[in-house]
Each structure stands twice: as C-alpha cells, then as structure tokens.
C-alpha cells in the first residue's frame, strides 16, 4: 500500500525558465556523488525531447546518462553509467517490469529527479486513478532522495503532486493542506538580475455573438468582461476562429506579425510560437503565415518529425513555430520573442507554461542587452482568465489543497487580487480594442 504522506525524502524545488534548474540539479548530485552521498541518479519528465536535454547537459558536465526502458538491464550497465532518463508515459506503462530490474540494484545510492513533478498527480482517495504518479512512487521507493522540479507548482485538478512537502494547517474552513516548496525563485527575481526577459501582454478584446432562441435574435458578449463561465468559454472559443478579416483571432496574430517584424530590427533571428487549439486548427495557422510569406516551421504529435524540428528551430531561420501542445512546457529556444496564444486551454499551469516559452535570453544576447532585458510579448484573446494569469504570472502563491467539495467549483469566483500591481492600459479607446498589460515593477535602481 502506498503512503501518500510527504517527509523529508521529497524536496520541491520551485523555479521559473532560465532559473537553471536541470543544470542545477545535475550539478548538485555531481558534488554529493563526489563525496559518496549518492551513487546515481534517475530522471524522470514528460517527453523524449526534453530526455534529450537532460542527457545533452549531463554530457557538459561529464556524467553519463542513458535512456531507460523495459529492455534494459540496468544491473549490467550500471557500472558504465550514472544514470538513466526515462519519461512519465514510459514509467507508468513499463512499471512492473522495471521494479524486477531494480531491485538488482537497490544497494546503490539514488537520487530521483521529477522534472515537471507537477505532472504526477496523487489522490489518496483514488491511489490507483493516476498513473503517472502512482508509478514514480513505486519505482523511487528506494531511493534515498527524490527531488521535484517545477516552475508552475500547482494543478489544475487541485491534487497534490509527488516529490513536494506538504503541510497543513487549520483556516477559517478547517484543515487545508499546502504543498510548500523547499527552494523558490520567483520569475520577477530572475527578471530583476537579469536572467530572463519581461514580459509585455496584448490582450485582444472584440465582441462576440451568440444566437439565443430564434435564428434572429442575438446577444452579444465584451470577451475582456465576461463573468458567466460558460458564456466566457464559449466567447473563448469563438475568439481562436479565423472567421473573417475581423475576427479577433485574425487581428490577433496581424498584431503579432507586426511586432514580431519590428524585433527582429534588433534581434535578427528572433521568432515566434503559435499555440493553436487542435491540428487543423494549427494547420490553418500554418497556412496564414504561409500565406503572407513567413517562414514557418508546424509540430503536432501526428508528426514523427516532431521532436526533429523542434530541436531544429532552435537555429533555424524560420520565423515562426506552429504547435498545439508540445512547445508549451520544457521546449528551450531562447530565440523565441513573441508568443500567439490562440488555445481555448484556459488553465493557469498551461498559460504559463506557453508564456514562459519566450523569455529565456541566450548567452549571445546576454552579452549585448543591458538591464533590464529587451521585452517579450504575449498576444492572446482578453479572456478574463488569461488576463488574471497574466497580472500575477511573475509571483508564486500559496497552492492550497481544498476540500473535493470546492475542488469541484467552477467560474470565476476562485480569481486571486495579491499584488496586483500592474497597469492595464487600453490601447484604443473603443471597446473591442487591445489590451495592453505592463511587465513586473522593476527595482528603482534598473528605472533609468
């Protein structure tokens, strides 16, 4: 039987893009490996492409580490390596077999890495509903240590999530639990030394209409101010849609044509991302750009050349990447400078998540850019939600485990106002028009 309770086995680490938490954690096993605190490491994330990333920089740092699936004898490779990678899907589907395998080795001293530990989900109420989160327990239980690494420490189910502490504590309605991180950076720290990019936001906003009881009658909708949940899903998804010359989708991504064009003055290989709603949704996107002579490089997981072209943009000449949900998490290509969010995934984890895409700064233009960095841009649809991430994507909150009774809730009422501090500024003084949301307040001393 599986013990959900944390201890001081699980350690969380909380940190943003380009707070350097994969060389971090390599680094940190590497020294308590040269003092025989640990002997080896398994890694665990949630795509082969980001396996690839972790192998690449062990490589920088002189460890060794190997794929791992069903097929391989870890005993017989165990002597030549410091360790394996191995994804979520991967875990979860080969699991009985790989606990045989490790039990061959369970004298050794491992340290397990979480990569996104987010993504392991676990409800003591249903131990076996989550797969993912169920396997990295079984397979860890001997390890002496398993570190999470995450820079969205919270989910949208609002369970708890493996390799983080949790605590708890009595408020006004009862006892709550809390997943508390043991180290945290904060994006606006790292923005603050310079590390990574401000971001700058253009929400669109435009009307939308809706038929109600007769094929006459209609109702329209402000996108930016709509507080009844479905009306604002439904108004989300009618934003995203290339319906005609004016649609909100349309100007959305002519805005960030345009601004993408005036970087590029400056930063001559900087690119954009596309974050589209399905496949053909991504292959109209895809087909636009086209259309108006941009360069344009599309991923999707019906793709087998995905992974190869993602590595690929990362130095290509091509303008923009078109994807639905494989840039949105771990995908590095610090020449990214403007994001389209054009999704009707409305979460807070996957909008930071693609947002965060734009605003690592690569060594090259470190050297150029003084402080504070040169702006990246987030163009999206004004839906309320998004708007709220965006207000507040700079500082880490509490994440609070409530009860199953308001886990279930819905709408707008769970919004949060802390440190709101940021303008909002109308751009065209009409309704329908854009939205404009400053960076983080920077330190006095960076104002110049």
Known sequence: MINYSSDRKDLLVHAGPGAGKTLGALIGFKEMQKESLLSHLI???HRNVIAHQWINSARLLGLNLKELDSSLEVKDTILDLDGWVITYQGASRNSKTLQ???KQIQSKIFLAVADEAHHLGVDPEQPEGLA????????TNFCV????LTGTPFRADNLA?????????DSRNGSVEQIIPDLCVEPR???????VRPLEFHFQDGWVEHACSGVSDRETSLLSTENRETWRARNLRRAVQFSDSSSIAIQLLLRARRKLEKVRLSHRNAGGLVIARDIQHAIQIFNLLRENGDSVDLVHSDDKFANGKLVGFQNSKAKWLVSVDMCSEGFDAPRLRVIAYLTTVATRSR????????VRISSERAVLEALPRELSYVFSPADPL???????????EPYLIQGKAKRLSTGLDHLTTRNLTLPLEAVEDVAGGLIKMGSVELPSFLKT
């Open 43 to 45: 890694v665990f994330c």
């Open 100 to 102: 045989e395998n490790f």
């Open 132 to 139: 993912w989160g169920k396997a990295f327990l079984d397979l």
């Open 145 to 148: 240590l398993r570190l999470g």
């Open 161 to 169: 999530f493996c390799a983080a502490r949790k605590i708890n504590f």
């Open 189 to 195: 720290e790292l923005i603050e030394a310079g590390d």
């Open 351 to 358: 909008f930071l998540q693609a947002i965060t895409r734009c």
């Open 386 to 396: 998004l708007m709220q991430y965006a207000r507040c994507w700079s500082i880490s």
